[in-house]
T-cell receptor, first 113, second 112 residues
């Protein structure tokens, strides 16, 4: 079963708009939630990550919002640019037993000029 | 220049053949991982290793084998028992005391 559920599967946004990708998890033992960005034919690269002791983390145009009670977290890309066009994966793991990351199914983002 | 290298970038295999994918890291990471990526299914863990000469199965280990004879290297063999091996394979590594995983550029395997 999918430990982390991600939506939408694909997203098209105009340049300058806000891109929002959502993830939900079930395992309350998860305590580290990274987002990865992947360009075609490349490996994923860490974009931003959050721990559940904060509700929001911002790095430049990228923000993670975290709702512990709802077991949901989301990635917001402000002022989306064509260079942001990529596939985004959310993930979850437990830092103590952090052997295994559980990844969402990915969101293909296209930012049109 | 530290990082993870995977080779080859593209690999073609005939049905019934075993094939080995290479993964090397010079980040001095203890843990290494192999993932399989298929369209619409995200990344699924095949095997991982936290120490030399030891490794554990992930969610989809059937039809795959690994070895960890050196800290820097974690090769993956796709055996003929893997029924649907065509996929993009990603290797990753991490420190044991920190969760961030660093990924290699991937190998695309196609079975002809």
């Amino acid at each position: 079963q999918q430990q982390v559920k991600q939506s939408p599967q694909s997203l098209i946004v105009q340049k300058g708009g806000i891109s929002i990708i959502n993830c939900a998890y079930e395992n309350t033992a998860f305590d580290y939630f990274p987002w990865y960005q992947q360009f075609p034919g490349k490996g994923p690269a860490l974009l931003i990550a959050i721990r559940p002791d904060v509700s929001e983390k911002k790095e430049g145009r990228f923000t993670i919002s975290f709702n512990k009670s709802a077991k949901q977290f989301s990635l917001h890309i402000m002022d989306s640019q064509p260079g942001d066009s990529a596939t985004y994966f959310c993930a979850a793991t437990n830092r103590i037993t952090g052997n295994q990351f559980y990844f969402g199914t990915g969101t293909s983002l296209t930012v049109i000029p | 220049d530290g990082g993870i290298t995977q080779s080859p970038k593209y690999l073609f295999r005939k049905e019934g053949q075993n094939v080995t994918l290479s993964c090397e890291q010079n980040l001095n990471h203890d843990a290494m991982y192999w993932y399989r990526q298929d369209p619409g299914q995200g990344l699924r863990l095949i095997y991982y290793s936290q120490i030399v000469n030891d490794f554990q199965k992930g969610d989809i280990a059937e039809g795959y084998s690994v070895s960890r004879e050196k800290k820097e290297s974690f090769p993956l063999t796709v055996t003929s028992a893997q029924k649907n091996p065509t996929a993009f394979y990603l290797c990753a590594s991490s420190r044991l005391d920190w969760n961030e995983q660093f990924f290699g550029p991937g190998t695309r395997l196609t079975v002809l």
